[in-house]
Antibody, heavy 119, light 109 residues
Framework: EVQLVQSGAEVKKPGESLKISCKGS????????IGWVRQMPGKGLEWMGI????????RYSPSFQGQVTISADKSISTAYLQWSSLKASDTAMYYC????????????WGQGTTVTVSS | EIVLTQSPGTLSLSPGERATLSCRAS???????LAWYQQKPGQAPRLLIY???SRATGIPDRFSGSGSGTDFTLTISRLEPEDFAVYYC??????????FGQGTKVEIK
């Protein structure tokens, strides 16, 4: 079964760092782009960025460039989203998703990771 | 940046009725780059339609997509109880690479 499994919920304080993960299985992890999507409480979907684990080519939305870092470790089929200094406004659900091979939809989604940033 | 505007914001319909959801782009979008998703409360989004009109794996044929250029439509021919959810369109283009519409909620009337 093709799936993406994300790390568990996080509760952090402002200023702390965080790295959440997304592990792929059931397919060739290095052959598909993996994207990250933010959903703030009660709001819509926002595309953050995407990485190609095969060569770590990474693209960011201008809204998130410099705010987060996307990376991948192909040896363990895992993509990451990290923050160096969290803000309360980073409180959201974060999804990873696989881009289709030949089209541009996101066809496999992780279950989401809730990040809560509160003092 | 291409902006996607979905309408209506909320659609109140009864099971068995037809739902027509609109997604309008601020600039022309290649049909290959337009997708639709369904999201139910507490769940991750699910890909319904890609390439503007192709159903994703396992999606019932009551869901259909159409359109080109700046105007795209998702149609649900006969609403089933499990179809009441929020629907998003998404396009791929220049930076930012992907953008989403703000969503249309289909609720039970």
């Amino acid at each position: 079964e093709v799936q993406l499994v994300q790390s568990g919920a996080e509760v952090k304080k402002p200023g702390e760092s965080l790295k959440i993960s997304c592990k792929g299985s059931g397919y060739s992890f290095t052959s598909y782009w993996i994207g990250w999507v933010r959903q703030m409480p009660g709001k819509g979907l926002e595309w953050m960025g995407i990485i190609y684990p095969g060569d770590s080519d990474t693209r960011y939305s201008p809204s998130f460039q410099g705010q987060v870092t996307i990376s991948a470790d192909k040896s363990i089929s895992t993509a990451y989203l990290q923050w160096s200094s969290l803000k309360a406004s980073d409180t959201a659900m974060y999804y990873c998703a696989r881009r289709q091979k030949t089209y541009y939809g996101m066809d496999v989604w992780g279950q989401g990771t809730t990040v809560t940033v509160s003092s | 940046e291409i902006v996607l505007t979905q309408s209506p914001g909320t659609l109140s319909l009864s099971p068995g009725e037809r739902a027509t959801l609109s997604c309008r782009a601020s600039q022309s979008v290649s049909s290959s780059y337009l997708a639709w998703y369904q999201q139910k409360p507490g769940q991750a989004p699910r890909l319904l339609i890609y390439g503007a009109s192709s159903r994703a794996t396992g999606i019932p044929d009551r869901f259909s997509g159409s359109g080109s250029g700046t105007d795209f439509t998702l149609t649900i021919s006969r609403l089933e109880p499990e179809d009441f959810a929020v629907y998003y369109c998404q396009q791929y283009g220049s930076s930012p690479r992907w953008t989403f519409g703000q969503g249309t909620k289909v609720e039970i009337k």
